[in-house]
């Protein structure tokens, strides 16, 4: 199995990313993913795999829970991603200080879905030679993935050309993720 990275998940490495990868290179991540041993858990969609490492970097946590002490660092706006995308309303912790993620949560699409992908946004890079393509990296405190915030799957449902996946709103994991990012919201 190869794994690689993409343009896309480069973003990680970037200030206001919500896991803003700390202490490692993507090359560094690339040599981490291409060298473990943990087998890849299921994602949202067949396309969709993650692969948890220990994170043995500074690299934060991507997310917190809202409280009365965390509140005023609380922010929302619209958002895209990149030229192209929807921008979405979302909400973020600006200015918080983050724990320590314990693992890095490391989001994979497969070959065939970066392709799809690469046709409808052409400006970015080709895709890479690889089984596996790394789209995004989250940090989390234990290796179990978080739900995928309701806005991004609405985005993901509105298709490949306003930046989303083209996977169709499930009801039940919409509903799960309602009730988990009432109580949470991204750092920033």
Not at 29 to 39: D, E, G, S
Not at 78 to 101: C, D, K, M, Q
Request: charged residues 25%.
């Amino acid at each position: 199995m190869r794994i690689a990275i993409t343009d896309f998940a480069l973003r990680n490495w970037q200030e206001g990313a919500s896991t803003k990868i700390e202490g490692m290179t993507p090359d560094e991540l690339v040599k981490l993913c291409n060298a473990a041993t943990r087998p890849l858990a299921e994602g949202y969609a067949p396309f969709c795999k993650h692969l948890f490492l220990e994170n043995t970097s500074p690299t934060k946590a991507a997310f917190a829970e809202i409280t009365e002490a965390t509140q005023p660092y609380l922010r929302s706006g619209y958002v895209a991603r990149r030229e192209g995308e929807r921008a979405v309303l979302e909400r973020w912790f600006e200015g918080l200080e983050a724990t320590r993620a314990a693992w890095l949560d490391v989001i994979l699409y497969s070959y065939d879905q970066l392709l799809k992908e690469a046709a409808d946004f052409t400006e970015e890079q080709d895709v890479p030679d690889c089984d596996w393509g790394i789209v995004s990296i989250i940090g989390v405190l234990e290796p179990v993935e978080p739900p995928m915030p309701p806005i991004t799957q609405m985005r993901n449902a509105l298709g490949r050309e306003a930046g989303g996946s083209g996977v169709a709103l499930d009801p039940e994991a919409y509903d799960q993720a309602v009730a988990f990012w009432d109580r949470h919201a991204a750092i920033r």
